[in-house]
């Protein structure tokens, strides 16, 4: 029955169903054909799986990071990184990996931090800083996935919610390698500036008083990670009591500090985000019922079985699975990926002596990673699709930050306390 879901599900992604509804009816054969449990068991799942107090973190950080770029907020934090890495070489492409990694602290999603910089920052780097359309495609895109890592993230969130680890500690978790990654990303893209000839958006570093004036521009949104880790620490909310707070701080940020947020904008954004919770919460419900399919038909124990029977070194184990983990990110969606494969390898890690919150991050990083890859490649697809960029092109001109990631996956693994460290230290 395993095989009969899994070709199920292959067969609905290559022909271009929906991951959603691919999800639901590959899980059909298990209540219809078996007999084991009755077809009402799939309704009572779905419901089951959006009846949870952490996952309300979901719809509030998506609604706070929509505010925040109807606030101004994104404007600031663009002059801000300017300055802070704008004649570097590479110029605005230095740029848009400072400014992911400060849009990391709002808006928690990779899809969302790439839309928005290959509207703002795209035409820009291409018109003016020298880039072609696949060099400016991949910068922007491969810088996009620290959003995915520093807190909030949403993937951090669901997470945490479907494997039952604490999404405070996977925040904390979070900060260093974002930052690790940040700067593995400047380097690689500092070389490949110096290889083709890409000069620098600033003719000079900014002086003390100008990064200092563009700072209190910024400090509204730069405030908000860290209110978030003193809040951790110090027990004042949960991670679902800091999106509701940061739902309220950006609109007093939008209405009484920057006075740019008008009722328009305001129900512009929540639009929006009705609109990505939907797609969000769907694949929250669908993967519910696919993956108590699997479950019953013990899919967990047969993968642990098949792992170990391979190999009992944990090191082996932990690739073998991140491999599992890397293909199944070309095919499924990130939030699908996450809710569905997460539980099924995230028990043989464990058993194989790996802590949670370190695979976590790892794990959740990786599954992005898939977001830049054929044949569905999310993230890949938003940008080249802005920026009219063939797939092809995105993929040769992406190497160099491929190797780049690589070299931060392997960093992440063979030194767990840069994840481990300020969860460990802090809570």
Not at 83 to 111: K, N, R
Not at 320 to 326: E, F, H, K, R, S
Not at 369 to 388: A, E, H, K, Y
């Amino acid at each position: 029955m395993l095989l009969l879901i899994t070709g199920l599900f292959a067969l609905f992604l290559l022909i271009g169903m929906p991951v959603a509804f691919a999800l639901m009816l590959a899980s059909i054969p298990v209540f219809v054909l078996t007999g084991t449990m009755p077809p009402t068991v799939a309704i009572q799942k779905m419901v089951t799986a959006t009846q949870s107090f952490p996952l309300l973190a979901v719809p509030f950080f998506i609604f706070a990071g929509n505010l925040m770029n109807s606030t101004g907020i994104t404007n600031r934090l663009i002059t801000f990184a300017r300055l802070l890495t704008g004649w570097l070489a590479g110029g605005l492409g230095q740029v848009s990996i400072a400014l992911s990694l400060m849009m990391g602290g709002i808006s928690g999603s990779a899809v969302a931090d790439a839309a928005m910089e290959a509207r703002l920052l795209g035409p820009s780097m291409i018109a003016k800083g020298g880039y072609s359309k696949p060099a400016t495609a991949a910068v922007l895109a491969f810088g996009s996935i620290i959003t995915a890592t520093i807190p909030p993230s949403i993937g951090l969130i669901l997470f945490g919610f479907i494997n039952e680890v604490s999404i405070g500690r996977l925040f904390l978790a979070g900060i260093v390698p974002g930052i690790l990654l940040t700067a593995v990303l400047m380097v690689t893209a500092w070389i490949v500036a110096k290889r083709s000839g890409y000069e620098p958006d600033l003719a000079r570093p900014p002086t003390f008083r100008e990064l200092l004036a563009s700072f209190r521009e910024s400090i509204w949104a730069l405030a908000f990670p860290v209110i978030l880790i003193v809040g951790f620490r110090f027990g004042f909310f949960t991670a679902t009591e800091a999106g509701a707070f940061l739902v309220f701080y950006a609109l007093f940020v939008g209405f009484f500090v920057y006075r740019e947020l008008t009722f328009a904008s305001l129900l512009e954004a929540t639009k929006g985000s009705i609109a990505d919770l939907g797609m969000v919460m769907l694949l929250i419900m669908m993967a519910a019922v696919l993956g108590y399919a699997v479950t019953l038909e013990q899919g967990p124990q047969h993968i642990a079985a098949m792992v170990t029977s391979l190999t009992q070194n944990p090191l082996m184990i932990l690739t073998l699975v991140l491999l599992l983990l890397l293909v199944s990110g070309m095919f499924i969606e990130g939030a699908a990926n996450i809710l569905l494969v997460t539980p099924i390898v995230l028990p043989v890690l464990i058993h194989a002596g790996f802590d949670p919150i370190h695979m976590g991050i790892l794990i959740v990083t990786l599954i992005n990673i898939g977001g830049l890859t054929p044949p569905v490649g999310v993230i890949m697809f938003t940008v080249c699709g802005i920026l009219n960029v063939k797939t092809g092109e995105f993929t040769r001109a992406s190497i160099p930050y491929f190797i780049g990631l690589f070299v931060f996956l392997v960093l992440l693994v063979a030194f767990p306390a840069l994840s481990l460290y300020v969860p460990n230290h802090v809570m």
